[in-house]
């Protein structure tokens, strides 16, 4: 059985800085491709970033480019997320996602196994 937990999920200010971690169990992690989407209320669910499983170098969305960064540890069955300089607009909850065969890394409709969530809130 496959089961994705995300952690580190939070309250913090403006300016301020997590880190997300999403462990894995029930699958060969370092198979898969991994990535962090986010909702907003009222929103659809976007993109965060990504990471194929040549991990050489992860793919990011506009909006967080420069300010967070995603990385994986086969060896832990870890994926994180590490969130600086955040703004209000971060505000949702960030969901890890994982599949063996991604297309467009991108799109989440690729990805067969989801997290429950974190909330992360960024207050002004």
């Known amino acids: 059985q496959v089961q994705l937990v995300e952690s580190g999920g939070g309250l913090v200010q403006a300016g301020g800085s997590l880190r997300l971690s999403c462990a894995a169990s029930g699958l060969t992690f370092s198979l898969y491709v991994w990535a962090w989407f986010r909702q907003a209320p009222g929103k659809e669910r976007e993109f965060v970033a990504g990471i194929r499983r040549s991990s050489i170098s992860p793919s990011y969305a506009d909006s967080v480019k420069g300010r967070f960064t995603l990385s994986r540890d086969n060896a832990k069955n870890t994926v994180d997320l590490e969130m600086n300089s955040l703004k209000p607009d971060d505000t949702a909850v960030y969901y890890c996602?994982?599949?063996?065969?991604?297309?467009?890394?991108?799109?989440?409709?690729?990805?067969?196994?989801w997290g429950q969530g974190t909330q992360v809130t960024v207050s002004s």
């Open positions: 996602a994982a599949n063996r065969a991604i297309a467009t890394i991108s799109r989440d409709r690729e990805y067969d196994y």
